[in-house]
């Protein structure tokens, strides 16, 4: 079996968290520090804030930048969940734009659209690890004076126009989930340049506490342990590499999987670095699932990402949202297909995959 993902855990790692396990210190402590300053020196940001997740680092950060009830954040329906619930979470209102047909990013044009007078915010997500149209997006949060949350989950180490994803918005979330590019086991990261935002966001993730069991605020314990930090310090070293190979595995099954007409392979924009967290086709003929249960018999880990839009999620639907308003989102979950890239991939592997699906679709 092709897994679909796996993280790589050498003896860096192992031997990282048994120095944490020794040192006594192993929830929150001086590793987190270190990998948050690293992080931030990755991402040429001023700050970065560590949590247990990537869906607490979108929390955190929508709550330091102060959304909330009454405010709508602007985002995408075709994404992991988190992207949306994380504005559910501070009681505001998502509101979906349409996406992209050609990169799967949100699209500019459609959020200009979406724009009310309750409109706070924006958050581009940058699926399968290709940069939204940053530029684009930030002279419309510049136009509305609206703030912007990107959520780069899935973009650790991508950039647009030769700057790092995670350094444009008011803040930035990651997530360091086994599957992302880089991983912590479970972790998140939140980026931002704003000192108020990173110092509020501190607080929050620690129980809204400004001086020993004296809480200012509401908050919660969204914190990471020095355990999963050391892990993330040692995988940051090796990011650039990884991604290297991701990026060398895509161009190579692209060039086996550009003649088959049934299948369009990524589009990637000129001006970025796109770190293929995903690799995903859009399967053209219609037969998305059966081609899928085929690969998946030959022994080829695949992922459908994302079988349904945000707005047409069953709990969505309920409080009255539907994917007919995002009309290419809703057809473009029916076609995409995400097959291995990742740098456990072999060169045979990938010629086993693409030889398999030209059989498959004959
Ligand atoms: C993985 C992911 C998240 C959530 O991260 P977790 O660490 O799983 O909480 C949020 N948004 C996107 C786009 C993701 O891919």
């Known amino acids: 079996m092709i897994p679909i993902a796996n993280p790589i855990i050498g003896k860096e790692e192992d031997q990282a968290v048994l120095e944490v396990l ?46 909330k009830e009454g405010d ?15 504005i559910l979470y501070v009681k505001a209102k998502p509101i979906f734009a349409d996406i992209d047909e050609k990169t799967f990013n949100i699209s500019p044009k459609s959020i200009i659209e979406k724009i009310t007078n309750k409109t706070k915010a924006i958050i581009p997500v940058h699926l399968y690890g290709q940069p939204c149209d940053m530029k ?7 136009e509305y004076h609206l ?27 990651f997530s360091f989930y086994p599957t992302k590019n880089m991983t912590t086991s479970e972790g998140g990261m939140i980026t931002t340049n704003n000192k108020e935002i990173a110092e509020k966001a501190k607080i929050f993730r620690n129980h809204g506490q400004i001086k020993r069991y004296e809480h200012e605020f509401l908050g919660y314990n969204l914190r990471m342990t020095d355990i ?36 369009e392979v990524p589009y990637v924009q000129s001006n970025v670095k796109h770190v293929f967290h995903q690799y995903t086709v859009k399967i053209e003929n219609g037969k998305r699932d059966e081609i899928n ?68 679709l004959k």
Request: some cysteine; hydrophobic content about 40%; overall charge neutral.
């Open 22 to 67: 020794r040192s006594g210190i192993i929830a929150q402590g001086p590793k987190v520090e270190e990998f948050e300053k690293n992080f931030a020196d990755y991402c040429n940001t001023k700050y970065a804030v560590a949590v247990n997740s990537g869906t607490a680092a979108l929390h955190l950060a929508l709550m330091a930048m102060d959304i």
């Open 72 to 86: 709508e954040v602007i985002t995408t329906p075709f994404s992991f969940i988190a992207s949306a619930n994380c």
């Open 136 to 142: 684009s997006i930030m002279e419309i949060a510049e």
């Open 147 to 173: 703030m912007i949350l990107e959520d780069a989950c899935q973009a650790h180490g991508a950039d647009f126009n030769n700057k790092k994803v995670g350094s444009f918005g008011d803040a930035s979330a």
């Open 228 to 263: 999963s930090a050391a892990i993330g310090i040692e995988q940051l070293k090796k990011l650039d590499k990884f991604n290297q190979k991701r990026i060398e595995n895509a161009k190579y099954l692209s060039g086996k999987l550009k003649n088959i007409k049934e299948i």
């Open 293 to 360: 249960k085929s690969l998946n018999e030959a022994g080829i880990g695949t992922g459908i990402h994302y079988p349904i839009p945000i707005n047409d999620q069953p709990f969505y639907k309920k409080m009255g949202y539907n994917a007919n308003e995002t009309p290419v989102a809703k057809e473009t979950a029916k076609k995409v297909l995400s097959l291995p890239i990742h740098p456990s991939v072999t060169r045979e592997n990938l010629d086993y995959i693409a030889e398999k699906l030209k059989e498959i």
